[in-house]
């Protein structure tokens, strides 16, 4: 480390950035302003580079897209009024997300978005079929509305019979950011009412008139969807379809998953009280009509032939494997999470007789305005296992339990390191940023193929574990070539969601392994050498 410090410039940089960390409000951390420049001033689509999607788990109680809609906005608003009020119990992470969560949204600029919150909004935005209303779902003292005035209201949207409007604004939300932010201008001459009333809204309540029934399905219509029925820049939108399947779709720039996850584990136990709000105001339908002039609605052609293009050069499909879950993991004697990383390391050498750079997200929330670092999971432990297992390698049964074990101990040492703000990731990023704010020309350290190659990440994984989730995290790929996999390992089984850009020749092989590699390491555990079975 000292020899490349003194190589690179590594130390006389990481001075600069203690020095300038130390002028900071105390109020946030050294990368806090980086993390936020990353996302604002990227210039793609938020559209599979940046919003993922999480699941509800599914109320057998409430299988109508009316019923499932009333109860899971009743149960959100309920959740809102607590976290405005301060009644929300206690957790032990940094609140600095939160208000984030509602009214509020993402602008588009010419360089860079901003993030506006209207902490006075009353309104919950529907869309539905491509139309759009606005409901007045806080009362004058800012206590939610009647249940069953709710209800009638969101009937009455079901109910309208115009045809779908195949040109729904909300296409523009999926463009480049720079392209939307033109478009914007022009659009909010003569809908600057409508579009502050979308962008001030509490959050964004979509009802597809779709049913999903598969995994694939409720995934791939929670991350993409119909474009005309989606506000991608909204803090979230819960998606309802017709047959009461519930997603949240979240915009990635004002937080992360720790955040949506503890709204979402109060919203759904909630839930499941069927609790109702008994309140004598009423909730008018506003119906919002969009103007629409001939660049404006040319431009939105092409936003709709853009969101195409993006959604056919996509794929994501569920994989799950019920030979074991976290339990059987834990009596085995390794880590659940050494051994869902270890799935997905074993599948990329199996498929490309190469393991490539793995990114695992750990939430940094225990410290103040922290965000996320990054697990290295592709280790020399895990690629140990991986050339192990191979049929042809002479490795006994013993000896890959204890390969397992090494790597268990191994992957819980970087979990706990990242967890705890040991992670190097975040460090680079912020001296690399700091390096460009200088306005000097890159350090060696940041032109070494080294560094390139460690930058590439083919992996990109993230977890995320609890009983209000139905199915796993899905999101997209990083890199062309490359995998997003959201995954989650229950108490029986392991799942993930795997997300790739088309086309792919690999990705049936990639599936097949994930396959083959569960059924390997679940004979293991159980005392049985598979290699034996496969010898001639």
């Known amino acids: 480390s000292s020899g490349i410090n003194a190589e690179y410039g590594g130390a006389e940089l990481h001075s600069k950035l203690t020095a300038w960390d130390a002028t900071l409000d105390r109020r946030y951390s050294y990368?806090?302003?980086?993390?936020?420049?990353?996302?604002?001033?990227?210039?793609?689509?938020?559209?599979?580079?940046?919003?993922?999607?999480?699941?509800?788990?599914?109320?057998?109680?409430?299988?109508?897209?009316?019923?499932?809609?009333?109860?899971?906005?009743?149960?959100?608003?309920?959740?809102?009024?607590?976290?405005?009020?301060?009644?929300?119990?206690p957790i032990n992470s940094c609140m600095m997300q939160f208000p984030n969560l509602f009214q509020s949204t993402r602008v588009p600029g010419e360089s860079r978005d901003s993030l506006v919150r209207y902490p006075d909004a009353k309104n919950l935005v529907v869309l539905h079929?491509?139309?759009?209303?606005?409901?007045?779902?806080?009362?004058?003292?800012g206590m939610p509305a009647d249940s069953g005035a709710l209800e009638h209201a969101l009937q009455q949207i079901l109910a309208d019979d115009r045809p779908v409007n195949e040109l729904g604004l909300g296409y523009f939300t999926a463009l480049g950011r720079t392209e939307w932010a033109t478009e914007r201008v022009k659009?909010?001459?003569?809908?600057?009412?409508?579009l502050e009333t979308i962008d001030k809204a509490i959050f964004v309540l979509c009802l597809d008139d779709l049913d999903a029934n598969t995994p694939e399905e409720v995934l791939q219509n929670g991350l993409v969807g119909e474009g005309y029925n989606r506000w991608m820049d909204k803090s979230f939108s819960l998606i309802v379809t017709k047959n009461g399947k519930a997603s949240i779709n979240w915009e990635h720039s004002w937080g992360d998953g720790a955040t949506i996850i503890h709204m979402m584990q109060e919203v759904y136990k909630d839930s499941l009280r069927h609790l109702t709000v008994n309140n004598d105001s009423p909730v008018p339908v506003q119906k919002l009509h969009?103007?629409?002039?001939?660049?404006?609605?040319?431009?939105?052609?092409?936003?709709?032939?853009?969101?195409?293009?993006?959604?056919?050069?996509?794929?994501?499909?569920?994989?799950?494997?019920?030979g074991f879950g976290k339990s059987s993991i834990k009596k085995f004697g390794v880590s659940p999470d050494s051994l869902s990383q270890l799935i997905f390391q074993m599948a990329q050498w199996?498929?490309?007789?190469?393991?490539?750079?793995?990114?695992?997200?750990?939430?940094?929330?225990?410290?103040?305005?922290?965000?996320?670092?990054?697990?290295?999971?592709?280790?020399?432990?895990?690629?140990n296992c991986a050339v192990a297992f191979d049929t042809e390698h002479p490795a006994t049964l013993s000896e890959m339990v204890d390969l397992l074990k090494a790597n268990s101990v191994k992957h819980a040492t970087l979990c706990k390191e990242a967890v705890q703000g040991y992670g190097w990731d975040r460090h680079l990023f912020a001296l690399r940023n700091l390096n460009?704010?200088?306005?000097?020309?890159?350090?060696?350290?940041?032109?070494?193929?080294?560094?390139?190659?460690?930058?590439t990440?083919?992996?990109?994984?993230?977890?995320?574990?609890?009983?209000?989730?139905?199915l796993y995290l899905a999101f997209g790929a990083v890199s062309p070539n490359g995998y997003g996999l959201g995954y989650l390992m229950s108490p029986d089984q392991f799942g993930a969601a795997v997300s790739c850009y088309t086309p792919n020749e690999y990705y049936s092989d990639f599936l097949s392994n994930l396959e083959s590699t569960c059924s390997d390491l679940h004979a293991v555990m159980l005392g049985k050498n598979f290699k034996e079975s496969r010898t001639v």
């Open 31 to 89: 990368i806090h302003q980086a993390w936020k420049d990353m996302y604002q001033c990227d210039r793609g689509s938020v559209l599979l580079n940046q919003n993922p999607v999480l699941t509800y788990r599914d109320d057998p109680a409430q299988s109508t897209q009316l019923e499932r809609a009333t109860n899971m906005v009743t149960s959100t608003l309920r959740y809102f009024c607590s976290l405005r009020d301060g009644k929300l119990a």
């Open 129 to 141: 079929k491509g139309h759009a209303y606005s409901l007045e779902v806080l009362d004058g003292v």
């Open 187 to 194: 659009l909010i001459q003569e809908n600057h009412e409508m």
């Open 290 to 322: 969009p103007r629409l002039n001939d660049s404006s609605a040319a431009a939105l052609g092409q936003a709709k032939q853009q969101f195409e293009n993006a959604r056919a050069g996509y794929d994501l499909r569920g994989f799950s494997f019920e």
């Open 350 to 383: 199996r498929t490309y007789g190469k393991l490539v750079g793995t990114y695992e997200s750990a939430s940094t929330a225990g410290f103040r305005s922290g965000r996320t670092e990054t697990i290295r999971s592709c280790t020399s432990e895990m690629k």
């Open 436 to 455: 460009k704010l200088e306005g000097e020309s890159e350090l060696d350290l940041f032109t070494d193929a080294s560094y390139s190659k460690v930058s």
């Open 457 to 470: 990440i083919g992996l990109s994984t993230s977890t995320v574990a609890d009983p209000c989730l139905q």
